[in-house]
């Protein structure tokens, strides 16, 4: 029988009744802290010495990103079906270390002056292949590590995290890209992998991973179980829709807003970190009220209104001009109310897609909903750099904004808006198909 101080999961897993009290949950967070550093100060540093450095165009820096998100959809749906089978410590250590070893090296190539462009986008797709494996991974871990009662306040408090990473990460690497040099830049974000290799491998309970079959199914068999969960429930349904809707337009935004800053509006590398930053306050007060928000207003509500106000702000950036006094006010302020609404939605969608999908299927499931809904960024980044070259910033940069908006449209007219204040029940998993 658990103690007093501990409450027993869907699962039968005994689990404290705090997070905070929880020591392996206390090192996922930490973990997860780092890494998310570590990552938002590579998504900048690496664009940024494209553009300062090598004088990379606006094609070169959308192939770039396009090269550095196109794991997402070559590896996520076979990740998924992985990391079901695999324990999410041992994957998450893994490829700590290895994002760890590439941008290590990185530093040291661009130390020496052999850092070229094609150099820099064969670490961007490294360090976006093992990224993929982290980020499944880390989702997974969670229903692992806590009960179903405990989603809402795990992620809100790993969101909170990933929100101080957009606060620091994005402002120390345009700082040290601007001020002192690539190779520290870099080797800033081999230290926070690091980092996040040494709390995570310290999580001391076994995962409770979910029995092998007699017969285990191919990969292939086992992907198709998690493409046919989401496609066969139509709160998941919505939100690949929408996801995708986002995530397209967003990463077509976001080659142009690149570009727009330092080139249209005039901006040095450091500001251009601190605008991109301001999303950071602005996800941390937005994780913090996504514990509250939606047990008092319903899911539903407050996903749409969070996503509208989130993905609509962005309209109102190209209308700026130069580096004049209200500017940088302007885009700071846009930047806060965009990682306010966009850190609402994250941690309402996971906690709904966390409860309504059994444990079985949480890898599968994460791996398809990002498979779908940020599967397209690799043609959304060409197709920015591609509307930056025929149309111009400026007009560019408002057509992609207006193409973010169309997320909140398609969760309003679905059953997702309806969602109410308790979250759904898990559904059934469709049954597992053996092969001799």
Request: proline letters at 6%; one cysteine or more.
């Amino acid at each position: 029988m658990p103690s007093a101080s501990c409450a027993v999961s869907d699962s039968g897993r005994p689990v404290p009744s705090s997070l905070w009290r929880n020591a392996d949950f206390r090192r996922l967070w930490m973990g997860q802290t780092a890494s998310q550093l570590g990552e938002h100060t590579s998504l900048v540093v690496l664009p940024l010495f494209a553009v300062l450095a090598l004088h990379a165009d606006a094609g070169q820096l959308g192939v770039l990103r396009a090269v550095g998100q196109a794991p997402i959809l070559l590896l996520s749906l076979f990740v998924g079906a992985w990391v079901d089978r695999w324990r999410t410590r041992t994957t998450m250590v893994l490829t700590d270390a290895g994002r760890a070893l590439v941008l290590g090296a990185a530093a040291v190539a661009a130390l020496f002056g052999r850092l070229g462009l094609p150099a820099l986008i064969a670490v961007a797709f490294a360090v976006g292949a093992l990224s993929v494996f982290f980020d499944v991974a880390y989702q997974t871990s969670l229903v692992r590590l806590v009960g179903r009662d405990q989603l809402v306040r795990g992620n809100s408090a790993l969101e909170g995290s990933r929100s101080a990473a957009q606060i620091g990460g994005p402002a120390l690497g345009g700082a040290l890209v601007s001020l002192l040099s690539a190779p520290i830049a870099a080797a800033s974000g081999a230290l926070f992998f690091a980092l996040s290799f040494l709390s995570i491998r310290r999580i001391h309970r076994a995962e409770s991973v979910p029995e092998r079959p007699e017969h285990l199914p191919r990969v292939r068999q086992r992907i198709h179980e998690g493409l046919r969960f989401v496609a066969g429930d139509t709160l998941l349904r919505t939100v690949c829709l929408a996801s995708a809707a986002f995530q397209f337009s967003f990463a077509a935004m976001m080659t142009v807003y690149l570009l727009f800053l330092p080139r249209e509006l005039h901006l040095s590398g450091a500001v251009v970190g601190l605008a991109l930053a301001a999303a950071g306050p602005g996800a941390l007060l937005g994780s913090l009220l996504a514990a509250r928000l939606p047990s008092r207003f319903g899911h539903g509500p407050v996903l749409v209104c969070a996503a509208a106000l989130g993905d609509g702000v962005f309209l109102c950036v190209p209308a700026l001009r130069g580096s004049s006094a209200v500017t940088v006010p302007a885009l700071l302020a846009a930047g806060f109310v965009f990682g306010l609404g966009g850190q609402l939605v994250n941690v309402t969608v996971m906690a709904v897609r966390q409860a309504v999908t059994p444990d079985s299927m949480q890898g599968r499931t994460a791996a398809t909903i990002t498979f779908v809904g940020m599967g397209l960024t690799p043609l959304g980044s060409l197709a920015g750099g591609f509307l930056a070259q025929e149309w111009g910033l400026r007009t560019s940069l408002l057509a992609t904004a207006a193409g973010m908006t169309l997320s909140p449209v398609v969760m309003a007219f679905s059953p997702l808006a309806r969602l109410g204040r308790k979250l759904p029940a898990p559904h059934d998993a469709p049954p597992t198909a053996a092969h001799p």
